[in-house]
């Protein structure tokens, strides 16, 4: 496990799940180191910079998450959206700021491994299904298990898992579906199934770049209703492109504009759609 320092004197004790261990696999199950998110905040990313050969990709951002928000992040090609993904899941190292996941886990001292099992999912633009596989044999793979049954689970699948699976199947539109090869299905579907793999890790942050690129525009509504039944249940990044899923999903809540590397716009869609900034950099009215 990484290194892990304390962000405020105040907050409470950081992870340590070396106690848990015997417990997790008595389970089947990875414990979930506890991420402190006692401040009600989840992601705080201040001041960070990446360089790319000089070349400011990200540019001193700073950009908190709460709790439970769905919060869509929009802005130009090139804007750093998915270079922060890169920094949030330790990907990339930022040159100078700080990242940190809740009150203690400094995101920039952790290796992708640690962060992913600390609780944070992304999902790549690109779908990465196991097309030789069934979507329920790629939801049970994806099942947050230890590696050291990971063997034996076919035969160890009980009624709270298969539940799960269940539940999943039907989140992500894939119900009737199950035996189908990951391989046959659509571009949308594959997303949707990636999404419910995201989800059987049960992440308490969820990245998502880009979910409906290169979706009809029958699977992108659908995709926009998969994600308001995830509202508040999950804390949840959304990068987009499409500004109509984008109005679809935001429903009120924050809409963060990023341009060269920085916030250029913080508001609801109707405040940011009536920024005169924003609407000279990216909507191009
Ligand atoms: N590994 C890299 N090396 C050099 N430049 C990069 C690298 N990754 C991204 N960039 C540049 O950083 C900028 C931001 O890229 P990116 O984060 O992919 O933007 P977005 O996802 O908003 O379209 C772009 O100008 C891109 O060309
Ligand atoms: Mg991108």
Same mark, same amino acid.
């Given at each position: 496990?990484?290194?892990?320092?304390?962000?405020?004197?105040?907050?409470?004790?950081?992870?340590?799940?070396?106690?848990?261990?015997?417990?997790?696999?008595?389970?089947?199950?990875?414990?979930?180191?506890?991420?402190? !998110?006692?401040?009600?905040?989840?992601?705080?990313?201040?001041?960070?910079?990446?360089?790319?050969?000089?070349?400011?990709?990200?540019?001193?951002?700073?950009?908190?998450? @709460?709790?439970?928000?769905?919060?869509?992040?929009?802005?130009?090609?090139?804007?750093?959206?998915? !270079?922060?993904?890169?920094?949030?899941?330790?990907?990339?190292?930022? @040159? @100078?700021?700080?990242?940190?996941?809740?009150?203690?886990?400094?995101?920039?001292?952790?290796?992708?491994?640690?962060?992913?099992?600390?609780?944070?999912?992304?999902?790549?633009?690109?779908?990465?299904?196991?097309?030789?596989?069934?979507?329920?044999?790629?939801?049970?793979?994806?099942?947050?298990?230890?590696?050291?049954?990971?063997?034996?689970?076919?035969?160890?699948?009980?009624?709270?898992?298969?539940?799960?699976?269940?539940?999943?199947?039907?989140?992500?539109?894939?119900?009737?579906?199950?035996?189908?090869?990951?391989?046959?299905?659509?571009?949308?579907?594959?997303?949707?199934?990636?999404?419910?793999?995201?989800?059987?890790?049960?992440?308490?942050?969820?990245?998502?770049?880009?979910?409906?690129?290169?979706?009809?525009?029958?699977? !992108?509504?659908?995709?926009?209703?998969?994600?308001?039944?995830?509202?508040?249940?999950?804390?949840?990044?959304?990068?987009?492109?499409?500004?109509?899923?984008?109005?679809?999903?935001?429903?009120?809540?924050?809409?963060?504009?990023?341009?060269?590397?920085?916030?250029?716009?913080?508001? !609801?869609?109707?405040?940011?759609?009536?920024?005169?900034?924003?609407?000279?950099?990216?909507?191009?009215?």
């Amino acid at each position: 496990m990484s290194v892990l320092r304390t962000k405020h004197a105040e907050s409470g004790p950081g992870f340590d799940n070396s106690q848990h261990a015997d417990q997790g696999f008595s389970h089947g199950r990875v414990m979930q180191p506890g991420v402190d !998110t006692s401040h009600g905040a989840i992601l705080y990313l201040e001041d960070i910079t990446v360089s790319f050969d000089g070349f400011k990709a990200i540019n001193k951002l700073s950009l908190d998450i @709460s709790v439970g928000e769905l919060r869509c992040i929009i802005g130009p090609n090139g804007a750093g959206k998915t !270079t922060m993904m890169d920094v949030i899941t330790g990907k990339t190292r930022p @040159s @100078s700021g700080t990242a940190y996941f809740g009150q203690t886990m400094d995101l920039t001292q952790m290796t992708e491994y640690a962060i992913a099992h600390a609780g944070i999912g992304r999902k790549f633009q690109r779908p990465t299904v196991f097309e030789q596989h069934t979507v329920f044999e790629n939801l049970e793979l994806a099942m947050k298990v230890d590696k050291r049954v990971r063997q034996t689970l076919f035969a160890r699948l009980n009624s709270e898992q298969r539940g799960k699976i269940e539940a999943i199947l039907t989140l992500i539109r894939l119900n009737g579906q199950e035996h189908r090869l990951a391989g046959l299905l659509s571009h949308g579907q594959k997303q949707w199934l990636e999404i419910g793999m995201l989800l059987m890790q049960e992440p308490q942050l969820i990245l998502l770049d880009e979910p409906v690129a290169g979706m009809s525009d029958a699977e !992108t509504e659908r995709t926009a209703e998969l994600l308001n039944e995830l509202r508040g249940k999950h804390s949840i990044v959304v990068v987009e492109h499409d500004m109509a899923f984008v109005t679809e999903i935001a429903q009120g809540e924050k809409v963060t504009v990023l341009h060269e590397g920085s916030v250029l716009a913080h508001g !609801t869609m109707q405040q940011i759609q009536a920024d005169e900034r924003v609407i000279e950099v990216y909507l191009g009215r």
